[in-house]
């Protein structure tokens, strides 16, 4: 039997912002762009919480539920560096521990913690050990397998610690709505509601056949799942997975139905994933192209690439051609996003085509170029003509 930790960051931005400004201690904190602009809310203090305020609200609902909130601008590197301490605290109690998110991680122990109450005793330690070294709290879950952790750390925020037994499973897992199963989201989750599937225990009862009919091959995994049956290994730190899509969206300072403001934006989208896809030294073999409307409605559409690229020029025709296809438009924009997927090391990539035309040597040179400038001046440095206004 394994014994799995999941531990999960208190209101991870926002606890470190107060850390590191104690004035704030004690007061709804939320840490977003400022509520003037179109920004969302990445994470706010449970003095916040108390309003119904979450991650992923528009800043601006968030200062009308709390308009005594502190509004805090977001630091990456700051927050990086926190996670980093946490990941060599955590790296201390099992070597086999695997970094989530930047505020989550999972941690397999020896068997040697299987008996009663010793694995209390490890997450409570866990969790003290951090809050003595970085003044941070966390949530602890343990249980047999990762989503079972992963429910149990969010069962008693925050400074929790929950244990999910196997003989407790069934009772913990079942009364819960199904989007809390691990690999239902959004869209499968309304299939399923529209179905009569509302509680976990409705999904678990349902055969495995009817699944698979409806869902394919994720049909059977759902239905493990509902179990409780959960085989993912947690993986040591040292195994560094591959990034399966590298993207990047943009919320538009106003809604927008301007095609020219709108095909430059996504002039910029192609140009900023490809110069990432280099920077990560990686091709791609898909894109998709994301639009947010004014209402939230979100919709998508993806396309596949005749080659292997990371080619701006490559990008913004294929990101074209998708917004064609969404056309006409239902209403102003809010959102555009564009990633990228189905990513292969740029030697393997490489190594599949046979030849390259004078063309594509022109665009390899010019985009080697383009690097070379961002490396030494930044980001911002060099833009192609058509991505600017």
């Given at each position: 039997m394994r014994t799995i930790f999941h531990v999960d960051m208190d209101a991870f931005f926002a606890s470190v912002e107060v850390l590191c400004n104690p004035k704030l201690r004690g007061k709804p904190v939320i840490v977003s762009g400022s509520p003037e602009t179109r920004s969302v809310v990445s994470s706010a203090t449970y003095e916040a919480r108390k309003f119904g305020i979450r991650s992923g609200m528009s800043a601006v609902e968030a200062r009308m539920r709390?308009?005594?909130?502190?509004?805090?601008?977001?630091?990456?590197?700051?927050?990086?560096?926190?996670?980093?301490?946490?990941?060599?605290?955590?790296?201390?109690?099992?070597p086999q521990?695997?970094?989530?998110?930047?505020?989550?991680?999972?941690?397999?122990?020896?068997?040697?913690?299987?008996?009663?109450?010793?694995?209390?005793?490890?997450?409570?330690q866990i969790k003290q050990t951090i809050k003595e070294e970085l003044f941070l709290t966390a949530s602890v879950g343990a249980a047999a397998n990762k989503m079972m952790a992963k429910i149990g750390s969010k069962m008693n925020k925050p400074d929790g610690v929950t244990v999910i037994r196997p003989e407790?499973?069934?009772?913990?897992?079942?009364?819960?709505?199904?989007?809390?199963?691990?690999?239902?989201?959004?869209?499968t989750s309304k299939a399923l509601n529209d179905l009569g599937v509302v509680?976990?225990?409705?999904?678990?009862?349902?055969p495995v056949e009817w699944l698979i009919r409806v869902f394919g091959k994720n049909g059977e995994a759902l239905r493990w799942l509902a179990q409780g049956i959960d085989p993912t290994p947690v993986k040591y730190f040292d195994e560094e997975e591959p990034p399966k899509s590298?993207?990047?969206?943009?919320?538009?300072?106003?809604?927008?139905?301007?095609?020219?403001?709108?095909?430059?934006?996504?002039?910029?989208?192609?140009?900023?994933?490809?110069?990432?896809?280099?920077?990560?030294?990686?091709?791609?073999?898909?894109?998709?192209?994301?639009?947010?409307?004014?209402?939230?409605?979100?919709?998508?559409?993806?396309?596949?690439?005749?080659?292997?690229?990371?080619y701006d020029t490559d990008f913004f025709g294929i990101a074209q051609t998708l917004w064609?296809?969404?056309?006409?438009?239902?209403?102003?924009?809010?959102?555009?996003?564009?990633s990228?997927?189905?990513?292969?090391?740029?030697?393997?990539?490489n190594a599949q085509q046979t030849f390259f035309d004078a063309e594509e040597k022109k665009v390899v040179g010019l985009c080697q170029a383009i690097d070379r400038i961002r490396h030494r001046?930044?980001?911002?440095?060099?833009?192609?003509?058509?991505?600017?206004?």
């Open positions: 709390c308009p005594q909130a502190i509004f805090v601008e977001g630091n990456p590197k700051k927050y990086l560096y926190y996670s980093m301490r946490i990941q060599e605290i955590l790296f201390r109690f099992s521990m695997e970094p989530f998110s930047i505020d989550e991680a999972f941690l397999e122990v020896a068997p040697c913690w299987h008996q009663a109450g010793r694995v209390e005793s490890l997450a409570f407790q499973t069934q009772k913990v897992l079942w009364s819960l709505p199904v989007e809390k199963i691990w690999g239902v989201g959004e869209k509680t976990v225990q409705d999904l678990a009862q349902i590298l993207g990047h969206d943009i919320t538009l300072e106003k809604d927008s139905g301007d095609e020219q403001v709108l095909l430059q934006t996504l002039c910029y989208l192609a140009d900023k994933v490809a110069s990432r896809l280099r920077r990560e030294q990686y091709k791609a073999g898909q894109l998709t192209l994301k639009i947010k409307y004014s209402n939230f409605r979100l919709r998508t559409s993806q396309m596949p690439l005749l080659n292997y690229s990371n064609k296809k969404m056309l006409p438009l239902e209403r102003g924009v809010r959102m555009l996003g564009l990228a997927s189905k990513l292969l090391p740029i030697e393997i990539a001046f930044g980001q911002t440095a060099i833009a192609r003509g058509r991505c600017i206004e």
